[in-house]
């Protein structure tokens, strides 16, 4: 089954403490991004991945890392997190979007569900 | 800055009964529109998409209606059922160049349908 698996589903840790939410598809995708999804703010955009060992900042990077060693695998890293990191966070995967794929919707993971104390 | 705009935030609707949620965009290179559906627990799926080249799409129950010179576009739901209740994203993307592939989002409309 063609997927993206996000875990944990569920994570509560303390304020300084690194974690990591690891995301991995099975589709081939080349780009993979990570999004936060805040009540009234919709799904903003933290990093995205065009391909291997190519990352970029999205909307709101501040406080978030990210690698692409593989191509399957998109870990989201946070290096020492604040309570303002509590929220719920999706990865998502697609193939390049240009000329006539573009339309190739997102596939997104089940989501992680951060709590920062 | 809100590039995609949404309303309205909720909607409840009656069973059978038209449910329309609205988008404005500002940035007129925006050339792809879809429509993403969240369930509870779940991640958003992608539901229908539009170019800006054409005015309407429909697939079954749900159209698409795009007005390209007010820079707004909608999602009407026909016939609207209890499965559908959700939330509803809207996003617009860019042309090839940068972040090829960055959808970006409108704030969500939860969508209730009493039976």
């Known amino acids: 089954e063609a997927q993206v698996t996000q875990n944990p589903r569920y994570l509560i840790t303390v304020t300084g403490k690194k974690l990591t939410v690891t995301c991995s598809q099975n589709m081939n995708h080349e780009y993979m991004s990570w999004y936060r999804q805040d009540p009234g703010l919709g799904l903003r955009q933290i990093y995205y991945s065009m391909n291997v060992e190519v990352t970029d900042k999205g909307d709101v990077p501040e406080g978030y890392k990210v690698s692409r060693k593989e191509k399957r695998n998109f870990p989201l890293i946070l290096e020492s997190p604040s309570p303002n990191q509590t929220s719920l966070y999706f990865c998502a995967s697609s193939f390049r979007q240009t000329g006539d794929l573009k339309g190739y919707g997102y596939t997104f993971g089940s989501g992680t569900r951060l709590t920062v104390v | ?115």
Request: glycine share 8%.
């Open chain 2, 1 to 115: 800055q809100q590039q995609v705009k949404q309303s309205p935030q909720s909607l409840i609707v009656q069973k059978g009964g038209i449910s329309i949620i609205n988008c404005a965009y500002e940035n007129t290179a925006f050339d792809y529109f879809p429509w993403y559906q969240q369930f509870p627990g779940k991640g958003p799926a992608l539901l229908i998409a539009i170019r800006p080249d054409v005015s309407e799409k429909k697939e079954g129950r749900f159209t698409i209606s795009f007005n390209k010179s007010a820079k707004q576009f909608s999602l009407h739901i026909m016939d609207s059922q209890p499965g559908d209740s959700a939330t509803y994203f809207c996003a617009a993307s860019k042309p090839y160049g940068g972040a090829t592939n960055k959808l970006i989002f409108g704030t969500g409309t939860l969508l209730a349908v009493q039976p």
